[in-house]
């Protein structure tokens, strides 16, 4: 029975009397779509001793309450359609204009029950190309049977997406905004494909990156007006093209190709992004503003390697890119040239500011933006707030409580259980695997790791 709220389908069944065999089948189908919520309308029910049998079909084809008009096309009802023979022959004369008008395609749909001798399907001549179901096949029946259940509801299985709004490269001139095209696919795929020459490849291309963070370079006028943030905002916003095709290399190197020696290249490219996270060195004069977008940007970019290679379980390449150091000389403290994992995470005063002059009253505008653009990365926050948390608690194990804040943990729910990773540590194999990683000994260290790191 239909639900209370909806209205069930009228169907009517048109069919030729061809044998008693194809009767019982009708009638049996007739019985499977009413168990369906379907009002089904069939001759053997319906029409009474001393009824008119053409003006019964007449009405059933013509009837604006009945939504749904199944043919079954076997051999007899074919012929006889097309030679306007017979009670089908009728319904063929009315049903041919109404299939031809487009306001009632819907209504009316060919179900084969037979195929000729060549295993072409028997289709009315009028019927031409239109798509058909077919329930002649034993094997196939159940998969077809639900088809005809799901055009009678209007219900059906493939649905278009919902359209999306206007891309916002279609809006600017601004190189930055375009869609992407930096030659990822080519790496990817002869990652996938385990080419000789990906490590290369991927080395190559993430040497030449620089050029496409310097897209992204603000300038001292831009910096001066008063809805700065704005500006900083929209630069992040615009590098999503340039941070997907990123993430999509970094997931076919933490799935196809894990290897130190990637883990290397990877960890060269971002030695070669600290520079964006402070002043250029020739800068006369700098505001600590000036490079907030960049710091938004690398620190993302950092979250997500590290999270692709949680997601993997390639815990062994992410200690590896947590205990190496990065080489950075800033020629302003130059006994200061290698530094650990911490010098991604930079304070970003702009979200600060946005978030008091727009009157947002949010404990981390950062985060939510962090939040908001994981949606289409295909990596679960889950993983990106569990790589966050692995660097808070890596960084407090050393003692470096300041070194980074972990923005993401805001979203963590206090009722959500541990994450996954902490979890199946439980299994002392699975906790030797990642107690490197977490910086680690033993049990015993991690329990004292984490009083410290919560105090």
Not at 12 to 19: A, T
Not at 109 to 131: C, F, M, N, Q
């Amino acid at each position: 029975m239909a639900a209370d709220s909806e209205v069930a389908p009228r169907l009517f069944i048109s069919y030729s009397w061809s044998s008693a065999d194809h009767q019982a089948w009708v009638v049996e189908l007739a019985g499977q779509l009413r168990h369906q919520g379907i009002d089904v309308i069939l001759d053997k029910w319906h029409l009474k001793p001393g009824h008119d049998a053409n003006a019964f079909m007449e009405k059933m084809v013509t009837d604006k309450t009945v939504t749904k008009v199944i043919l079954i096309c076997d051999e007899v009802y074919v012929k006889k359609s097309d030679g306007r023979k017979g009670g089908a022959g009728t319904e063929a004369q009315i049903v041919t204009p109404k299939l031809y008008s487009e306001r009632e395609q819907d209504k009316f749909v060919a179900v084969v029950r037979e195929h000729d001798e060549h295993g072409k399907a028997y289709l009315p001549t009028y019927y031409g190309s239109r798509i058909y179901i077919d329930l002649s096949n034993p094997a196939t029946y159940a998969q077809e049977f639900e088809r005809v259940v799901r055009w009678a509801w209007d219900a059906p299985l493939d649905v278009a997406p919902e359209i999306g709004t206007k891309p916002t490269f279609l809006n600017s001139n601004s190189s930055a905004t375009k869609p992407t095209n930096l030659g990822t696919r080519r790496i990817i795929d002869a990652i996938r494909n385990g080419s000789a020459h990906s490590t290369a490849a991927t080395s190559e291309f993430l040497g030449a990156a620089d050029a496409i963070f310097e897209e992204f370079r603000l300038t001292s006028a831009q910096i001066v007006v008063e809805n700065y943030d704005d500006i900083v905002v929209d630069s992040v916003e615009k590098f999503i093209p340039y941070r997907n095709e990123f993430i999509s290399l970094f997931s076919a190197i933490g799935q196809y190709q894990p290897t130190l020696e990637m883990a290397g290249i990877v960890h060269r490219f971002f030695e070669r992004l600290i520079p964006y996270l402070h002043p250029p060195v020739n800068a006369g004069s700098y505001s600590n503003l000036d490079q907030d977008n960049y710091r938004f940007i690398v620190h993302e970019l950092y979250l997500y390697w590290i999270a692709i290679l949680l997601k993997y379980e390639r815990f062994d390449v992410a200690s590896s890119m947590l205990d190496e150091q990065y080489y950075w000389n800033s020629h302003r403290r130059p006994d200061e040239t290698m530094h650990s994992f911490t010098v991604f995470r930079e304070y970003a005063k702009t979200f600060d500011i946005r978030n008091d002059r727009l009157k947002l009253m949010r404990t981390s505008v950062r985060a939510d933006m962090l939040k908001q653009r994981n949606e289409g990365t295909g990596i679960d926050f889950s993983y990106v707030m569990c790589a966050d948390f692995i660097f808070y608690f890596r960084a407090t194990t050393f003692g470096d409580y300041n070194s980074w804040w972990p923005e993401t943990l805001l979203y963590v729910n206090r009722h959500g259980g541990p994450f996954e990773m902490f979890a199946r540590a439980k299994s002392a194999r699975y906790f030797e695997r990642i107690k490197r990683l977490i910086g680690v000994r033993s049990v015993g260290g991690a329990v004292c790791a984490y009083y410290r790191s919560s105090y």
